[in-house]
């Protein structure tokens, strides 16, 4: 399996659309672990997300 790479995308809109992704690479074992320190509300719903949840598109 490949390491999960992160994305964040801004979208700006007026005279024209600019839509801008940053790619980055992120360690999913501490992201879960700072969940689980923490606890937010619906950590253990976050938790398996970062675990499981792919969203593919790389167009």
């Avoid at 005279?15 to 501490?30: E, F, I, P, T």
């Amino acid at each position: 399996m490949k390491p999960p790479k992160a994305r964040v995308s801004f979208l700006t809109v007026g005279n024209s659309v600019n839509w801008d992704v940053v790619r980055y690479d992120y360690d999913q074992d501490a992201t879960i672990n700072l969940l689980e320190e923490r606890q937010p509300p619906f950590y253990s719903n976050l938790q398996n997300t970062v675990r499981y949840a792919t969203i593919n598109n790389d167009q």
